[in-house]
């Protein structure tokens, strides 16, 4: 018997002009949660998808209790034990918590039908054991983020798997459910379970984690026991050099007249007399619970939902904008929180989603200006550190951090005067975050306005010029850099206090 549940050796995984993982290892016991970080692109995924069957190896061995597998698909992997919650939930969003839970291995009945109460039964029953008191009836779809992950989990605990890997499973969660799922963790730990968790939050790491490895370039770079890493030590192996600063605040020069100007916005049930004025040159920060309107705010301005009134005025001028499409021609650029569905065409090459979102902009008159497309494109790619062979490959080829810098790069490129980016640096690494902020200071000394919301307290007391704060569809507070009340303290009691 090995002192391991899983091993990982050698392993080399090459994809067309990349190597995407080069001599890895990987070692997990049973009863740890071992951390697993790197910048993105740096084969995180890869390595899981090699362990899950779902790549096969180039190179290397992967073994299970100590017996070598040859993983053919992600079948062989789960029969020998190993589950994963990918990065990108694959839910049937229509079918029930049950048929999710027992699909391709559904009970039978002694007629030979399937059984559906002992289904509901047992579906109910390891929800619950996980904290969820669900009906299992319902379709998956109906439920938030952290039930539809639970799911994924209770899969994996009804096939008895020896290790579950979780790959970035907090990045669309809220507070609540962050602590939830790492309950869930520490009790599937205790039972023997080896945890692979893969995360961009320090913090969530030094929390939950035994042990952490850390890959850079598709590489091994260290594992050490949780108490042996610190802040420091983790960032520098990540991303290869020390962090200079980690929030390169800028100032840009605030414009006399507000670029944007927001009076009354009402919707039923969602939003109640918002009113708020943003300058070009500054950062104006969102501050607030999951759930307290913040991206509803920003759809409403953006004409992506319906209000029930309240006037949006763009430089002095009243504007009636009643789809995304009149936003952007209006002058509003909005990077959206959830940028698989509405961000990225992810069949096309980088080069096409950069430029999509101002076609007239990279033309001359009839004609596409190729020169100007390859050079901004070129510059986007380097000034946000995107990892890829070239600005031709495929969007959906990219890793998951780097498909958001590419649809930062597509709004950069418009020439917007109002630039909202909702949670713009979710799910990115901390080296990639600064470049993101780099972004955003530029925009705002060539006199633009930035709008951020945001859910990490850093990150907008880091940035922000100006921060509101948002609870129950309502404004409870503003609050500027340089006074007294831009803290975090008194951020949170605007933001939770009835
Ligand atoms: N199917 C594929 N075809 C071609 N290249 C790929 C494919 N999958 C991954 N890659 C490349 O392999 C490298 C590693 O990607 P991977 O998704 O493993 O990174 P990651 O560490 O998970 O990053 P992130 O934190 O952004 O999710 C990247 O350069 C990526 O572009
Ligand atoms: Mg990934």
Request: charge should be negative.
């Amino acid at each position: 018997m090995s002192e391991y549940v899983v091993e990982l050796r050698n392993a080399t995984k090459r994809f067309p002009g990349v190597v995407a993982m080069r001599n890895m290892h990987l070692e997990v016991k049973p009863g740890e949660i071992l951390g697993l970080i790197g910048e993105n692109g740096a084969g995180k995924s890869t390595l899981i998808k090699s362990l899950t069957g779902v790549h096969q190896i180039d190179e290397g061995q992967i073994f299970v209790d100590g017996v070598e597998q040859h993983f053919k698909s992600p079948n062989d992997s789960a029969n020998a034990g190993i589950a994963c919650v990918y990065q990108e939930l694959n839910m049937e969003k229509l079918l029930s918590i049950t048929d999710n839970i027992f699909i391709n291995k559904w009970i039978k009945g002694k007629n030979g039908l399937l059984d559906y109460k002992t289904m509901h039964e047992k579906a109910r029953e390891v929800m619950k054991s996980l904290g969820q008191d669900v009906d299992p009836t319902k379709a998956a779809g109906t439920f938030g983020m952290g039930i539809q992950q639970m799911i994924e989990i209770a899969k994996a605990v009804l096939i008895d798997a020896k290790m579950i890997i979780m790959d970035e499973p907090t990045s669309s969660l809220g507070e609540k459910e962050v602590e939830q799922l790492m309950k869930t963790c520490r009790s599937l730990r205790d039972r023997g379970v080896g945890i692979v968790f893969v995360s961009h939050k320090l913090e969530e790491l030094f929390e939950l984690c035994d042990r952490v490895t850390v890959m850079r370039d598709g590489e091994y770079v260290d594992t050490r026991p949780i108490n042996e890493w610190d802040n420091d030590s983790l960032v520098t192996a990540m991303v290869g050099r020390t962090l200079e600063q980690q929030f390169p605040k800028e100032y840009g020069v605030k414009s006399k007249e507000p670029l944007l100007k927001v009076e009354h916005l009402e919707e039923m049930g969602v939003l109640r007399d918002v009113s708020f004025e943003a300058y070009g040159g500054e950062i104006l920060g969102f501050a607030g619970l999951v759930g307290a309107g913040r991206t509803e705010t920003m759809r409403a301005i953006f004409g992506a939902d319906k209000i029930d009134g309240g006037k949006i005025y763009i430089k002095g001028k009243e504007v009636n904008i009643k789809s995304p499409r009149d936003a952007i021609r209006a002058g509003i650029a909005f990077l959206t929180e959830d940028r698989k569905g509405q961000g990225l065409v992810l069949a096309q090459p980088i080069v096409t989603n950069m430029v999509l979102a101002n076609l007239k902009g990279f033309s001359n008159g009839l004609f596409l200006n190729f020169g100007k497309i390859t050079q901004v494109v070129a510059e986007r790619i380097k000034e946000l550190r995107i990892k890829t062979p070239s600005a031709d490959e495929i969007a959906g080829q990219l890793s998951g951090g780097n498909q958001q810098k590419v649809v930062i790069g597509k709004w950069v490129n418009t020439d917007a005067d109002i630039f909202i980016f909702d949670e713009p640096t979710r799910g990115i690494d901390v080296g990639a975050k600064v470049e993101v902020y780099n972004v955003m200071n530029k925009l705002v000394k060539d006199g633009k306005c930035v709008i951020m919301v945001s859910s990490e307290m850093p990150e907008i007391l880091g940035m922000s010029d100006r921060i509101i704060v948002m609870r129950e569809g309502k404004i409870t507070g503003t609050m500027h850099r340089n006074t007294d009340n831009f803290n975090q303290e008194d951020i949170m009691k605007a933001a939770w206090e009835v």
